[in-house]
Every structure is written in structure tokens, then in C-alpha cells.
């Protein structure tokens, strides 16, 4: 069945700087791949979605790109802010298997 | 989004009880998921529907049942409930195309004593 990795498992940077969550897949059926964002004691939310016809998708300050061939996608957020702070998830379409998350901290 | 429901909030049963967790969608999405989320595992899948009267096994499907005799609901089963099913349950939905992806529910977080 599908496996997804996520990395990092917590990032923290400074307000203003980028952060980059990556994740692979292993099955090449794949063709939808989902960022959802979770804050404290809510439910995840879709932020971002790319399909295996697109490499890169952006909107406003977060983008996504996938490489097929390579099987990974990631998450870009430019000009992080503190309400960035929350846990990331990936996905990948074939099971709607979900990576473990990655904690990003955004210090002010 | 009011659009997917889930019920109760919280819970606490003893161990050995069954207990159901409801889950009641109004977009006619086809497809609707189970997952637990624990921390340190994200969140994995326990079983799934791609339509009423479908449903498959996700990833950790042991110690539950699901039914989906309508599409707008989809009820989480725990036969006999055991301490390692102390967890957040969220259930989400989509429709066929993944327009906008799977919206989750509010979750339940039930605590097995």
C-alpha cells in the first residue's frame, strides 16, 4: 500500500524567513497530494492541493511542487508569520495516507 | 464546516463497552473517511466508504466496524472498547473529484478508562 514521509518532524525559523516541508510517496498511481494545516485542538484544513498534471501550484504565500518521477512534493511558505505556527500534513491520494506531521514554530 | 457534523464531542466509556461515534455529512460527498490521530502518529486511517453499502479497510481497521447505509452518514463502531483506542477520532468527507480535498469534522476525542 502507499507509505508517506514527512520531514522534518518539527522545523522552527525566525518571522520573515521561509520554511520547506517535504514529503515522498511510494505508490506512482498517486495523482492527488493535499497539504491540510492543524492549529491546537482543531481540525486539520486544506491550505494547499496539487494534482499529478501540475508542478508547482502557488497561492499567495505557501506553494507546492511535485516531482513524479522522484515521487516527493513539498510545502513552501515564504514570509512566514506567527500564525504560520501549527502541525503540517501531507497527503497522498491513493489510500489517503497522511504523513506524521511537521511542527513548525514561527518565532516573533 | 457545519457541512460535516460529528457526535459527541467528547466521550468516556469503560473498557469492554461498545460505543459509537457518529459521523453526518450534507454535501452528498461519495467518499468518507475514519481517522484517529494520536500524538507522535498523525493521523491514520481506519476505514473508508467510496459510496453507501461500500466500505474498505484503512490502516488500522482492528477493533472496529463501520456501516454506511446512507450516504450522508457513516457511524464508527468500537465493539469492545480498549485503552489503546483512547484517542482523537476525526471522520471526513470528499466528493469523487477531491475539489476541495477532504473536509474533516470537528473530531471526537474519546478517553477509554
Known amino acids: 500500500g502507499e507509505n508517506v514521509e514527512q520531514h522534518p518532524s518539527t522545523l522552527s525559523v525566525q518571522e520573515g524567513d521561509s520554511a520547506v516541508i517535504k514529503c515522498t510517496y511510494s505508490d506512482s498511481a498517486s495523482n492527488y497530494f493535499p497539504w491540510y494545516k492543524q492549529e491546537l485542538g482543531k481540525r486539520p484544513q486544506l491550505i494547499i492541493d496539487i494534482r499529478s498534471n501540475v508542478g508547482e501550484k502557488k497561492d499567495q504565500r505557501i506553494a507546492v511542487t511535485l516531482n513524479k518521477t522522484a515521487k516527493h512534493f513539498s510545502l513552501h511558505i515564504t514570509e512566514t508569520q506567527p500564525e504560520d505556527s501549527a502541525v503540517y500534513f501531507c497527503?497522498?491520494?491513493?489510500?489517503?495516507?497522511f504523513g506524521a506531521g511537521t511542527r513548525l514554530t514561527v518565532k516573533p | 464546516d457545519a457541512g460535516i457534523t460529528q457526535s459527541p464531542r467528547y466521550k468516556i466509556t469503560e473498557t469492554g463497552r461498545q460505543v459509537t461515534l457518529m459521523c453526518h455529512q450534507t454535501?452528498?460527498?461519495?467518499?468518507m473517511f475514519w481517522y484517529r490521530q494520536d500524538l507522535g502518529h498523525g493521523l491514520r486511517l481506519i476505514y473508508y466508504?467510496?459510496?453507501?453499502?461500500?466500505?474498505d479497510k484503512g490502516e488500522v481497521p482492528d477493533g472496529y466496524v463501520v456501516s454506511r447505509s446512507k450516504t450522508e452518514n457513516f457511524p464508527l463502531t468500537l465493539e469492545s472498547a480498549t485503552r489503546s483506542q483512547t484517542s482523537v477520532y476525526f471522520c471526513?468527507?470528499?466528493?469523487?473529484?477531491?475539489?476541495?480535498?477532504?473536509?474533516f469534522g470537528s473530531g471526537t476525542r474519546l478517553t477509554v478508562v
Open positions: 466508504s467510496a459510496a453507501a453499502d461500500i466500505t
Open positions: 471526513a468527507s470528499s466528493n469523487l473529484d477531491r475539489i476541495y480535498g477532504y473536509t
Open positions: 497527503a497522498a491520494s491513493s489510500a489517503t495516507r
Open positions: 454535501w452528498s460527498h461519495s467518499y
